[in-house]
T-cell receptor
């Protein structure tokens, strides 16, 4: 199994500002995933991040709002740009354990509140 | 839109009782997975069942899959207060590689 850490664990931000969330894995992985979980809701995939290529975004999410970096096989960042209160959510990163469509391991999440 | 729908939305039981949660989905799948989330924290993988499997066990967990009805159920036997959490099913579509999560069931086990 993979051990995943995220920073920060929580933050309170002012509208119009940006926040970068870091995700660190204890082993090299090909694909990393970023999810959003709005209050009281389920998880929605934002994008898939492969090392060495641009992230692939899901419908409804755009690179200008959620730029992602993937500089190496153990690290990724997600930036939430020009935040509004609607961005208040838990943001989670995950990695796959053994191939496409298999078990995913999740980080502890970053709880974001935008005022 | 989410692939899976779960019911009930919330379930409250006494310690020692069994808890059953159901998940329905819309398209053909490669596999279906169940996850647990404690208090808005990270998700923990519980069990994965493939489209050609009908039942799977892991400790106190029993998962069934009925591909003809496009549904799955998660049974937790002899529940404990520590089982209090949100439970999500997630599907991987046939030839797909992404998890699509259901709405989740909030389970409360009272001691």
């Amino acid at each position: 199994s993979a051990v995943i850490s995220q920073k920060p664990s929580r933050d309170i931000c002012q509208r119009g500002t940006s926040l970068t969330i870091q995700c660190q894995v204890d082993s090299q992985v090909t694909m990393m995933f970023w999810y959003r979980q709005q209050p009281g809701q389920s998880l929605t995939l934002i994008a898939t991040a492969n090392q060495g290529s641009e992230a692939t975004y899901e419908s409804g999410f755009v690179i200008d709002k959620f730029p992602i970096s993937r500089p190496n096989l153990t690290f990724s960042t997600l930036t939430v740009s020009n935040m509004s209160p609607e961005d208040s959510s838990i943001y989670l990163c995950s990695v796959e354990s053994g191939g496409l469509g298999e078990t995913q391991y999740f980080g502890p999440g970053t709880r974001l509140l935008v005022l | 839109s989410q692939q899976g729908e779960e019911d009930p939305q919330a379930l409250s039981i006494q310690e020692g009782e069994n808890a059953t949660m159901n998940c329905s989905y819309k398209t053909s799948i490669n596999n279906l997975q169940w996850y647990r989330q404690n208090s808005g924290r990270g998700l923990v993988h519980l069990i994965l069942i493939r489209s050609n499997e009908r039942e799977k066990h892991s400790g106190r967990l029993r998962v069934t899959l009925d591909t003809s009805k496009k549904s799955s159920s998660l049974l937790i036997t002899a529940s404990r207060a520590a089982d209090t959490a949100s439970y999500f099913c997630a599907t991987v579509m046939e030839y797909g590689n992404k998890l699509v999560f259901g709405a989740g069931t909030i389970l409360r086990v009272k001691s």
